[in-house]
């Protein structure tokens, strides 16, 4: 059976997924998996495709001490328990920077094209890149190919892709890359068979998660992104605060004395609905606490949602449809029915029982805006276009042969 590997590395986990290429490029998920606690409480935990358990199992520290060592075990399991053996392994990589708006095959000077884009992404572009680096080196013939998150929302205009500031900044690299673009690629490569009708018009997607973005698609292609040079922008997330003034980064500078890291570690872990809650970075517990600041924190994401639902409106200049994905998109009826109240002005109008049932047309018959919610599957949008890739250059099994 010929299988793909996806690889999602973060800091502290390496997220993995299996899926086996069936007749005419389907690929069906055959294993889930993450190995988290990397260098603190190791674990390895493992799922089926109907999320039936296939693995549990706790490590020593010194034997998961990195990413590298992380894939190491994963793939040991991989290989000698489950026999995988993949024929490619598609990559989640945070930054394309200014150049890559595609997929791309990975070879060592891709490897150090993308190292120059550590330092727009310096807490996850690393440790994208650290097991990339250990295949090109242990495998050096199993082909790898680099996903990008901003490579969706390349193709922006000009003016919505500068910031007001000297043009020699934005040939640097500091632009408004816009980000979450592997799962606005999947929604928009959804819609055509959720939603024909608007699938080629005018369409937010929210996706709304731990991390939370919004995303103006027209025609299937991004326009415009609640993001912009960093994952820190747009929406309040759940430990991001979303848009701040750059004034208040220089008053936590000058007045509070805090240095780059400092900064840098309170603005990606210690505000969002974490920061303004006091309670929880997690939209359940906030839903289910009796603490008032966890009520404003929920007041605030949905008003902010609402607020940019109207720039993004007007990117578009228009709105055929809205749709809501990713974690709190796709499970929280009571903040899409709250989302929804704040977009009423655009003619959105939510059926609530179509709504509490998560169907995937939320809004009533007769609403000018029809509201959609379309779970998200960035993994699987990685194993297509590392598919894609491959089968452009020769046929799977053909490839098997040259890699075994
Ligand atoms: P994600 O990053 O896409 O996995 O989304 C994680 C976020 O979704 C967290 O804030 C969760 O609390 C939230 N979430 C997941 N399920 C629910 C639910 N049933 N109701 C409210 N929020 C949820």
Not at 50 to 57: E, F, I, S, V, Y
Not at 234 to 254: E, F, H, K, N
Not at 255 to 277: D, I
Not at 281 to 307: C, K, Q
């Amino acid at each position: 059976m010929d299988t793909i590997l996806v690889v999602n590395a973060g800091s502290s986990s390496v997220k993995f997924q299996v899926f086996a290429v069936e007749g005419e490029g389907r690929l069906q998920r055959q294993i889930k998996g993450q190995m988290d606690g990397i260098g603190s409480r190791p674990r390895l935990r493992a799922s089926g495709p109907n999320g039936d358990p296939m693995a549990d199992r706790a490590y020593p520290i010194e034997a998961v001490a990195d990413v590298p060592a992380a894939m190491a075990v994963a793939g040991a399991w991989l290989r000698e328990e489950n026999s995988i053996n993949p024929i490619a392994v598609g990559h989640r990589v945070v930054h394309g920077g200014p150049d890559y708006s595609r997929p791309v095959l990975i070879d060592h000077g891709v490897v150090s094209r993308l190292e120059r884009f550590v330092s727009l992404a310096p807490l996850h572009q690393p440790h994208n890149l650290a097991p990339i680096k250990t295949l090109l080196n242990t495998r050096p013939n199993l082909p790898q190919v680099a996903c990008f998150d901003t490579g969706f929302h390349r193709d922006h205009d000009a003016l919505a892709d500068y910031y007001a500031i000297p043009h020699q900044l934005h040939t640097e690299g500091v632009r408004r890359y816009g980000f979450h673009g592997l799962s606005y690629e999947y929604i928009a490569r959804r819609l055509p068979e959720v939603a024909p009708d608007i699938a080629a018009g005018r369409v937010i997607v929210a996706h709304l998660g731990s991390g939370a973005s919004m995303s103006a698609i027209k025609d299937g292609k991004s326009v415009e992104s609640t993001m912009g040079f960093t994952a820190l922008d747009g929406l309040a997330m759940g430990t991001r605060p979303g848009q701040i003034d750059p004034g208040v980064v220089l008053y936590l500078i000058s007045e509070k004395g805090m240095s780059a890291t400092n900064v840098q570690n309170f603005l990606y872990r210690e505000c969002g609905l974490k920061g303004l809650s006091g309670v929880s970075n997690d939209m359940r517990e906030l839903e289910t606490s009796e603490d008032p600041r966890a009520a404003f924190a929920i007041d605030y994401f949905v008003y902010r949602v609402g607020l940019n639902a109207g720039m993004l409106a007007a990117a578009l200049q228009g709105l055929d449809a809205f749709v809501f994905t990713a974690g709190i998109g796709e499970n929280s009826a009571t903040l899409r029915a709250r989302i929804a109240q704040k977009l009423a002005w655009l003619g959105v109008a939510i059926d609530p029982a179509e709504n509490a049932r998560h169907a995937t047309r939320i809004s009533r018959s007769e609403s000018r805006i029809p509201v959609y919610v379309v779970p998200t599957d960035e993994e699987r949008m990685i194993a297509q276009h590392t598919l894609a890739l491959l089968m452009n250059q020769q046929s799977p099994s053909q490839h098997r042969a040259r890699v075994s």
